[in-house]
Nanobody
Framework: QVQLAESGGDLVRPGESLRLSCAVS????????VGWFRQAPGKRRSGALC????????WYDDSVKGRYTISRDNAKNTVYLQMKNLKPEDTGTYYC?????????????????WGQGTQVTVSE
């Protein structure tokens, strides 16, 4: 059974940093591409904020470029999202998801497996 477990969400102040983890079990990260998504309160889930593919390709939405860094530890089968200079608009539930290599990766619905999310709140 494939499971993705996000962790690391917290309440932080604007300008602070946070690292999220996505531990994957039942499936190797070699399967393909991992993406991170955010669902802000009262809004639909976003398109991918960033992604990391098994071939080393990564991509970032303009809204997070330069502030977010996605990385993977294949030995731990875990993907990380390092976030710095957080802003109130970064608030939301963060989800990781995995899609088979070569598949579409921008839209949430294209992914094969998803986690349950972790809450990030950026507020004074």
């Amino acid at each position: 059974q494939v499971q993705l477990a996000e962790s690391g969400g917290d309440l932080v102040r604007p300008g602070e940093s946070l690292r999220l983890s996505c531990a994957v079990s039942g499936l190797s990260l070699d399967y393909g591409t991992v993406g991170w998504f955010r669902q802000a309160p009262g809004k639909r889930r976003s398109g991918a904020l960033c992604m990391d593919s098994k071939d080393g390709t990564s991509w970032y939405d303009d809204s997070v470029k330069g502030r977010y860094t996605i990385s993977r530890d294949n030995a731990k089968n875990t993907v990380y999202l390092q976030m710095k200079n957080l802003k109130p608009e970064d608030t939301g539930t963060y989800y990781c998801a995995v899609v088979k290599y070569g598949g579409s990766w921008y839209v949430w619905e294209d992914y094969d497996y998803w986690g349950q999310g972790t809450q990030v709140t950026v507020s004074e």
